[in-house]
Nanobody
Framework: QVQLVESGGGLVQPGGSLRLSCAASGSIFRIAAMGWYRQAPGKERELVAASTSGGNTNYADSVKGRFTISRDNAKNTVYLQMNNLKPEDTAVYYC?????????WGQGTQVTVSS
C-alpha cells in the first residue's frame, strides 16, 4: 500500500523560501512520475511541478523559475524547493503520482505567504 506524507510547510513572508518534502512508502516510487499539486481556498487542485523517474521535470507557468522539484530515489522522497514566494502561492500542497491516484492523496502541508 502506498502512503505519501508531505512536510515542510509554514508561514513565510513574500520573497521567502520553503522546501517541501514528500516521503513515499511502497514500491512504486522509483518507477513513478511524481508531482506536486496545490489547492488554494475556493480553487481546484492544480499541478505545479512534476518529475519523471529519470528526473525530467516540468512546471506550471506560474511557478517557473521560482520552484524546483527534485527526487531522491534512494530515500523514496520528492522535494519542492520554493523561492521568491508570493501571496498567490498560498495553498495546501500535496504530492502524488502523475497522473494522480485518488487513494494516494495525503493530508498535504499548508503554505501561507503573508506579511
Amino acid at each position: 500500500q502506498v502512503q505519501l506524507v508531505e512536510s515542510g510547510g509554514g508561514l513565510v513572508q513574500p520573497g521567502g523560501s520553503l522546501r517541501l518534502s514528500c516521503a513515499a512508502s511502497g514500491s512504486i516510487f522509483r518507477i513513478a512520475a511524481m508531482g506536486w499539486y496545490r489547492q488554494a481556498p475556493g480553487k481546484e487542485r492544480e499541478l505545479v511541478a512534476a518529475s519523471t523517474s529519470g528526473g525530467n521535470t516540468n512546471y506550471a507557468d506560474s511557478v517557473k523559475g521560482r520552484f524546483t522539484i527534485s527526487r531522491d530515489n534512494a530515500k523514496n522522497t520528492v522535494y519542492l524547493q520554493m523561492n521568491n514566494l508570493k501571496p498567490e502561492d498560498t495553498a495546501v500542497y500535496y504530492c502524488n503520482t502523475r497522473p494522480p491516484v485518488f487513494s494516494f492523496w495525503g493530508q498535504g502541508t499548508q503554505v501561507t505567504v503573508s506579511s
